[in-house]
Structures are given as C-alpha cells and as structure tokens.
C-alpha cells in the first residue's frame, strides 16, 4: 500500500532520457504506488530494465505533431485515467507548457504560462529581476551576440576577473552538440571571453552571454532549493540542501552529486518573495551559493522544473510529488492530508559512490558527519530501490558507479582544499 494513494486514477508521463527521469518515476511508485511512462528517443541506462515504469521510444519527440500523437496514444492505452505529464530539461517544461492548449481534458500539464516560464528561464531577464526586488544576486552584466570584442568589455563595467560565462538562452544553448562544449565557462581574462564568443559562434549559438563575478568558495558552498507554489501563486513549500560536491566535467558543471539537509533563510524567504511577486505556479528550482566572506546567500536562476539532483528530498523522506498530484490531478489542496518530513541533518543523497565522495569531502566534521550518516544506513543512491532490483538494475548503478570513478579521475583528480 502507498503511503499517498490517490483519489483519481493516474498516470505520470516523463519526458527525457536522464538519471532524473528515473528517479522522478521512481518517487511515484514509492509514494503514491503509481507506474510511470517515460518517454525519450532511445532507452537510456537509468531505465533499461526497470520494473516499476514503461519506456515508451519516440525518436521523432523533438516534432510537435509526433509528441502530440505519442501523448495521445499513451492518453488511449489508458483508459479512465488523468495524464500527467512533466520534463525533465528547461527545453520539455516549456514544450509543454506551449502544447498544453492542444491537450485534451484528459491532462495535467502543472506548469505556467509558457511566456512566464521563458521570462524567469532567461538569465538576463532573471538577474534583473532579483535587482528590483532586491534579491541577492552576483554582480551580473549583459553582453549582447551584436557586440565587438572591445565593446563587449566595456559593457562589462566594474567586474572583476575572474568571471563566469554562461549563455542567457540556456534552452537554445541546450540543444548545440559541439567539441569542447561547457556548460558554464570561467574566463580570466578578456582575451579568454573573446574566443569563447567565437567558438560560441561557430556552433551556431546566436543568443547573449551572462557575465558575472565569480564568487569564492568551493563545492560545499552551494545549496539547492526546491519550491512548490500553488495555482493560486503562494509558496506551500520548499526545502534546501547542502550540495557536497558537484560534477565537473564539462558538460555538466554545476550538477550537484552529493546533497546533505542544509539551510539558508535569508535566501528561501528572497525566492519566496520573488516567486509570489511574478505570480509563479508549480515547481521552480534555485542553484544558490553562500559566500564565505559574509554568509550572503547568492540566488543564480530559476529553473522552471525538477532539478536533476531532486531526489535529495527523496532521501529526506518528503513526499515531494504529492502536493502536484493533490492539485492538478485530484483538485485538492495541495498539502491536504500530506505530512511532508521534519528537517533533518540525517540523510545524505548520492550519485556518486560514497567512497568516492569521502574523497573529496575534506572538512573534518562533515567527515564524521557522512560516517555517521552511512553507519545508520540514511544513504539514498538514486538507482538503488529495493522494489526494483534485477541484473540491468545492478547493471545501471555499476554503469553509473564506474562513470564518475573515470570521470573525476579525468576531470577533478584532486578535491579543492581552499
């Protein structure tokens, strides 16, 4: 028996191929004893073999019409039941949210308007925003594609090297495959930030660049938050945690890996503002970094959906789906009859094998912390379920162990001590 079971019969349908797209469809059948569809182009790892979700293949999902018609079937094959559908990339929320006016009755599309989710999604349009309502926020400037090399330094003002790149359309910047490609780049200087333009160029990457002053601090410094607001625009919810240390391979940057209970309430109460200021609906995740000079907690963006690392609420044992599937299937209040989980300090959640993290865990009592943490078994490792087990399960966490042992070895041979 679920611990949520549902008062309307449903089913999730997740668009993507990612580790998220597992662990999105295994929270529903842990919480609300429900069998998700996953839909993506081929099979991915995360999935193959599972035995708590269907993989539905649509090579041709990036087409409208396909998506629409690979919706629909899914819709048909069950009969009676609500869709709900969710992406796991920037790129599939907004695809949704713009298709949802040719869904039928039979879904739930729980995202905003689509022109509000690519407002807050465009870091530029983001970043002036958190200035307005006075939301921290590192020093940012704006460099247009238009722009030459000497007039895009000067549009840089008074930052100071070294500087983070990113590029303001990050749902077109998503889509570029090219050699060398980095999700966020650090420049040192402005001969750095030219060729790095180039090469954007040459990809075919038409958008602007976000520039801001890089703020000190290692992996331990950031934090994840996870809101969900209700259709009404008021955060119910929300939970932060303390990433220990994030991927850093090129491509993937950023990712938190490993993710304790942390907290920063300056930082939750500034998103809450900010999102019931714009009037935002569902979901909304938030990379923020606590400055150790003087504990400011720096939001970066919004991002209009799970992230990748959500199941570290999972670990904590909240029940992060319901309150959605309260509202948008069962239209009930989103917190009805729901008990989310205490804050605790007692979990760790881990993609990266605990070995391996402990290596790059450096602080004395975050150390002590973790081995305590693993001695009382509060360890979520995202493909390890115990309701799905089997050879190409035991296959996929081996698959993913073996990957970031390489990858680190590759990319991130030493921790940062400093």
Known sequence: MAPYPTTVPFVPVI????????????????????????????????????AVLDHVACPGMDDDETLLATLRGIADAHPGRRV?????????????????????ERFAVPYPDVDLMERLSDKEQFARLCGELGVAHPRTS??????????AVGLLGDL??????????????????????????YCDSPAELTALRQQLAAAGYTGGLVVQERIPGGDDQMRVLTTYSDASGRVRWGRMGQVLLEDHDPMLIGNPLAVVHGEHS??????????????????????????????????????????????????????????MVREHVEGRDPLEDVEMGAETDDWLYSIVPV???????????????????????????????????????RLAQLKNDVHYVRDFATHHRSPVTG
Not at 378 to 383: D, I, M, Q
């Open 266 to 323: 300056v930082a939750t109460e500034q998103v809450r503002g900010l999102l019931e200021h714009v009037g935002w609906t569902g979901y909304a995740n938030f990379d923020v970094k606590v400055d150790p000079r003087d504990d400011t907690g720096h939001v970066f963006e919004l991002n209009p959906r799970l992230g990748r690392s959500h199941a570290y609420m999972s670990a904590a044992g909240h029940p992060f789906l319901v309150p």
């Open 142 to 151: 704006f460099v247009p594609d238009t722009a030459g090399a000497q007039e």
């Open 355 to 393: 070995p391996l993290l402990m290596r790059y865990v450096t602080d004395d009592r975050v150390r002590t912390r973790l081995r305590r943490i693993r001695r009382e078994g509060r360890v979520l490792r995202p493909l390890r379920y115990a309701a799905d087990h089997g050879r190409e399960r």
């Open 15 to 50: 668009l993507g191929a990612e580790l998220a797209a597992y662990t999105l469809a295994r929270a529903f059948h842990a919480d609300l004893g429900v069998r998700a569809s996953v839909v993506s182009r081929t099979v991915p790892y995360a999935v193959r073999g599972s």
């Open 160 to 185: 100071r090297w070294p500087v983070v790149v990113k590029a303001a359309d990050s749902v077109s910047f998503g889509t570029l495959l090219y050699a060398g490609k980095q999700k966020v780049a």
């Open 84 to 104: 709900l559908v969710l992406g796991i990339i920037d790129s599939w929320c907004t695809t949704l949210s713009r298709l949802a006016p040719r869904l039928d």
